[in-house]
């Protein structure tokens, strides 16, 4: 008796070893069925990711005896893991779906890492694969650093019987390598689904000179680039061919260049209202003299709409880019109003100073004239400020200029570095300690697309002199709870202007 329980355990320990191979059951009534190691199919040996991202290994695993377990391992990445299959289903499997996701550092210096995927069937027969981490994922999309706004109307207009040939600017970036930019001009001859390749760079420039006939006709139009990760960034607009029209925006450019256009996070050029058929009403405040400024329907680019002075008739405007000359305003630390009507193509213009402009906010700005708790126990400073809350503007506060009172700036000194990529999120509000709500606030017309800001105090705290209307645009409509939400396109050192009087904003370069 004790020879032949000898040979059983020596039995069962070779088939515990996976060295013998023919049919027996082990204690738990788990049987050998084909002796074979499991089968692993991955769906990749190489995962593309990066510092403070996830990568998941995905795969079916097979084994005819049942899976009882899966080992992840990888020192470098501190990765041990294991999947006790029985643990968790009371029994092996012989078939299982693996998808193992794991969130990598962001601290992570690393370039690659080799994970060992190891599967254990009942029987302790092993098949193990290794999958390469490389550190090079695409996790950002393409993105137009210089575009019509999607949706836009690009308007070439009709002049004398002919059509001035456009040449739209095209900018666009990745953070790793883009691979080609699709073109297409709906029933244009000649401009159908071009396709420019790109030679695997991160940035590309493009001048895409566009003719089209002499007749009134609106162009649907797409422009999309693509990166080597296949992701995409698309405007659709429209390139409308017509005689003068009444546009829907009006833009103020105090700029000289389609680079300054275009380097703002927001608020440039300056968008003005639209107080009636073919008319704009434009307030600009001047710091200095000599300021040359344009009227622009479309934002990115001085083409192909310029309404400007006409050489030949200074009391004139022109439409022509080509043409036109700057308004000069010459009288300094006042605000402008400046009236321009582009079908009769007249304008008017005149001044008022900063003491007979108005805006919402009734403290006398960096003194003790703010009731805290509301109960007149206890006053503190006034300060305005960026930030998600009352009490987190007081990390973000404005500095009032020294000649106007209605205008503000952050930072106060130094610099202010926003990353690219970066999504800010915020309002403009007093600063209270305790993140009181509902005083002094703020909120945009559109969060991602900001124009300008309205006034939004659900306290009702209004300067009683102020000629706006709490909560109301100028045209009437409501002024609705949108939250500054401006992606940063590139990074670098930024300054935030805020005017309280016009309503407007603009965050640009700074040295």
Not at 24 to 47: F, M, Q, R, W
Not at 197 to 226: C, G, H, M, Q
Request: charged fraction near 25%; include cysteine.
């Amino acid at each position: 008796m004790r020879t032949r329980f000898l040979k059983v355990s020596l039995l069962c320990a070779l088939f515990a070893t996976g060295v013998f191979v023919t049919g027996c059951s082990d204690d738990n009534g788990y049987s050998d069925v084909d002796g074979e190691s499991p089968v692993a199919v991955l769906k990749t040996n190489h995962i593309q990711s990066g510092a403070g991202h996830d990568f998941t290994i995905e795969g079916t695993l097979t084994d005819a005896d049942g899976i009882s377990a899966i080992k992840l391992e990888c020192a470098d990445l501190y990765l041990n893991k294991t999947i006790d299959l029985i643990e968790i289903y009371g029994e092996p499997q012989t078939s299982y779906d693996l998808s193992y996701k794991f969130s990598i550092s962001k601290d992570e210096v690393g370039e690659q890492f080799t994970v060992k995927v190891t599967v254990v069937d009942v029987g302790g027969r092993e098949t193990s694969q290794d999958v390469l981490i490389t550190m090079d994922g695409d996790f950002t999309d393409p993105v137009f650093a210089l575009a019509p706004q999607d949706g836009s109307f690009v308007t070439m207009l009709l002049r004398d019987g002919a059509v001035d040939p456009y040449e739209m600017k095209l900018q666009m970036t990745d953070d790793r390598a883009l691979k080609s930019l699709y073109l297409n001009i709906e029933g244009a001859a000649g401009y159908s689904d071009l396709v420019i390749d790109i030679d695997s760079i991160p940035s590309f420039e493009y001048n895409w000179r566009i003719e089209l006939p002499a007749e009134k006709k609106d162009y649907p139009t797409t422009i999309a680039v693509t990166d080597y990760a296949g992701r995409t960034d698309t405007v659709k607009c429209t390139i409308s061919v017509t005689d003068i029209i009444d546009f829907e925006k009006m833009y103020l450019a105090d700029v000289a260049t389609e680079a300054e256009l275009n380097s703002d996070v927001f608020g440039v050029p300056m968008v003005i209202n639209h107080v009636g058929e073919y008319q704009y009403k434009a307030r600009y405040y001047n710091k200095a003299a000599g300021t040359e400024i344009f009227f622009l329907p479309q934002k990115t680019s001085f083409n192909p709409v310029c309404f400007g002075l006409d050489p030949k008739d200074s009391n004139k405007l022109t439409s022509d880019p080509k043409l036109a000359k700057p308004i000069v305003l010459d009288t300094p630390n006042v605000y402008y109003e400046i009236d321009i009507n582009i079908q009769e193509s007249t304008y008017n213009i005149k001044t008022y100073s900063v003491d007979e402009a108005t805006s919402p906010i009734k403290y006398e700005y960096g003194k003790p004239c703010f009731d805290v708790w509301e109960n007149g126990s206890e006053m503190i400073d006034f300060y305005i400020g960026w930030g998600s809350s009352p009490q987190d503007a007081g990390a973000h506060l404005f500095v009032q200029d020294s000649n106007n009172p209605h205008l503000f700036y952050y930072p106060s000194e130094g610099t202010w570095t926003l990353s690219s990529g970066e999504e800010m999120n915020f309002i403009i509000s007093n600063y209270h300690p305790g993140g009181w709500w509902d005083h002094v606030e703020w909120r945009c017309d559109n969060s991602t697309e900001i124009e300008k800001f309205g006034y939004f105090s659900k306290k009702n705290d209004v300067n009683p002199n102020w000629e706006g209307t709490n909560m109301k645009w100028e045209d009437g409509s409501s002024v609705q709870d949108n939250w500054m939400k401006p992606v940063i396109v590139n990074g670098g050192n930024y300054r935030f202007e805020f005017d309280a009087h016009l309503g407007r904003g603009k965050i640009v370069p700074a040295n």
